[in-house]
């Protein structure tokens, strides 16, 4: 194959992954689309359909086949979180979350950690939650204050106290991969405890009355002399923050999956409101106006998938550059999608203030994706580092 011909076919699809979309989509479609409104608007956690998606392998997406995982890669993951945003972002994004905390007990572990913790986590019989924020300490990760202190002999649980902050999956979730203090100030001092929801001394805040991702339930997780077993740590003492860093670049192709979803179903939804919306004697998407608006919002949604499916075939292959790439197409694709998002619903005008046509909930939907996984403005710090050196 020509050097040409390489790159017009870089993004194709090969049938293993068009087989993994379709069964996507044909979900997403079937037993999250038809409900996602409801939810939203009862801020219901759906736990029932998320369990489901268990049966699919997108329990484990990215984890080891050995633990019953589906072993696929970054590219396969980036195209079932884009599905499953398409019928709800909030849904799709409780996903990623419970894969990468599924992904560190994988590559973290040791193997009786891996084989003893991990199949009912692949399998959607638990539901695991990430922890990592505080109230004090949000991309300042390196400043959290939870402690952990190791009881006195061989093998004695570990006693964690402190809080973190805006959760997804708080209370509901079976499994808590926790980031604690076990030694001193900054990043060496970080360690790695996998906590049951059943842990003595754990409980969990009110709900947060949020601006949007109203079907995931957010609190604090709380620690008030938790008892944590010792062979809970991943990977020893001190290597938190290197695990809480790894697990990042994934974490943010996974994020703009979700906000590339999304805004695809604005943009289809926009295109059917202004093929049927008429004024001044014909339907609004003959006014050259809105055709530009409409043009310029596909323009951007290509951009984003392009530039994303180039991060995922980094992130995969393990090029050096994969964290820059990460980190450009979290702050692209997030940014560019939420516009798009935005567009959308001035495309609907009132009607798209209003909740029964889905528009509103993704605006507020994709917004907080410009937060999570490192806000776009440290996207650009570590952009720059890359760029200058530190």
């Not at 790159?7 to 409900?35: C, S």
């Not at 952990?148 to 093998?155: E, K």
């Not at 996998?194 to 969990?204: R, T």
């Not at 889905?358 to 952009?383: W, Y």
Request: aromatic residues 8%; contains cysteine.
């Amino acid at each position: 194959m020509d050097a040409v011909a390489e790159r017009e076919n870089q993004f194709d699809l090969n049938a293993d992954q068009r087989a993994i979309k379709e069964m996507a989509d044909a979900f997403a479609a079937d037993r999250v689309a038809p409900h996602a409104l409801e939810w939203d608007r009862e801020r219901r956690f759906p736990d029932d359909v998320i369990r489901e998606t268990g049966q699919l392998g997108f329990g484990g997406i990215y984890i080891g086949d050995d633990v019953g995982g589906s072993a696929l890669g970054r590219m396969e993951a980036v195209l079932i979180f884009e599905a499953l945003a398409a019928a709800c972002p909030a849904f799709s994004s409780f996903i990623s979350i419970h894969n990468m905390a599924a992904w560190m007990i994988d590559k973290f572990g040791d193997e009786t950690q891996r084989q003893r913790l991990l199949p009912p986590i692949t399998a959607m019989e638990q539901l695991a939650s990430y922890c990592l924020t505080e109230p004090g300490s949000g991309s300042d990760a390196a400043a959290l204050k939870t402690k952990a202190v190791r009881g006195a002999g061989n093998g004695a649980d570990y006693t964690l106290n402190g809080a973190k902050q805006f959760i997804s999956g708080a209370g509901s979730s079976d499994v808590y991969v926790v980031m604690a203090r076990t030694g001193e100030d900054g990043p060496k001092g970080i360690s790695t405890l996998v906590v049951p929801k059943d842990a003595p001394g754990l409980s969990f805040g009110p709900l947060e009355n949020k601006m949007g991702w109203h079907m995931q339930p957010t609190r604090q997780v709380i620690f008030e002399d938790c008892k944590v077993p010792a062979e809970n740590l991943l990977s020893g003492e001190g290597a938190g923050f290197r695990i809480a860093m790894a697990g990042l670049d994934g974490g943010r192709l996974n994020i703009a999956a979700c906000s590339l979803g999304g805004a695809q179903a604005a943009l289809t939804k926009a295109l059917a409101y202004a093929a049927d919306r008429k004024a001044f004697g014909q339907t609004i998407d003959r006014f050259q106006a809105l055709q530009f608006k409409l043009a310029d919002m596909e323009t951007d949604l290509q951009a984003s998938r392009i530039f994303l499916y180039a991060a995922a075939s980094r992130l995969d292959r393990k090029t050096p550059d994969a964290s820059k790439w990460s980190a450009m197409a979290k702050r692209f694709v997030t940014d560019a999608c939420f516009d798009i998002a935005n567009d959308a619903l001035q495309v609907h005008g009132g009607y798209g203030y209003l909740h029964d046509y889905g528009m509103e909930k993704l605006v507020r939907d994709l917004r907080v994706h410009q937060i999570l996984e490192g806000t776009n403005e440290i996207m650009r710090v570590i952009i720059a580092r890359h760029l200058v050196g530190r």
